[in-house]
């Protein structure tokens, strides 16, 4: 089992800053591809972006200039920076930790609010 804990949702202005956090523990592996999902009230849940054991990134469109995921494997932790944040990035933001080769194998975090208004 893995346990996924995210952390630094908050309220932001457009156009400010926020950087999450994703800690992983139990029976994680570095081989595990790490992702960021966002949902709003009444919508699928969608990708943000997601990065490989090798370091391959993936962004939604949407936030592609914006957004940079990264992960630090010694601290079983994957990050996301975002910046230049649109009020249409408000959602819940999701960690997701995925083996790559048994892509059952599928782990969520709880997820952390993410309010952009003024």
């Known amino acids: 089992q893995v346990q996924l804990v995210e952390s630094g949702g908050g309220l932001v202005q457009p156009g400010g800053s926020l950087r999450l956090s994703c800690a992983a523990s139990g029976n994680i592996r570095s081989e595990y591809t790490m992702g960021w999902y966002r949902q709003t009230p009444g919508k699928q849940r969608e990708l943000v972006a997601t990065?490989?054991?090798?370091?391959?990134?993936k962004y939604a469109d949407s936030v592609k200039d914006r957004f940079t995921i990264s992960r630090d494997n010694a601290k079983n932790t994957v990050y996301l920076q975002m910046n230049s944040l649109k009020p249409e990035d408000t959602a819940v933001y999701y960690c997701?930790?995925?083996?790559?080769?048994?892509?059952?194998?599928?782990?969520w975090g709880q997820g952390t609010q993410v309010t952009v208004s003024s």
């Open positions: 990065i490989t054991s090798g370091a391959s990134t």
């Open positions: 997701n930790a995925q083996n790559p080769i048994m892509r059952s194998l599928s782990f």
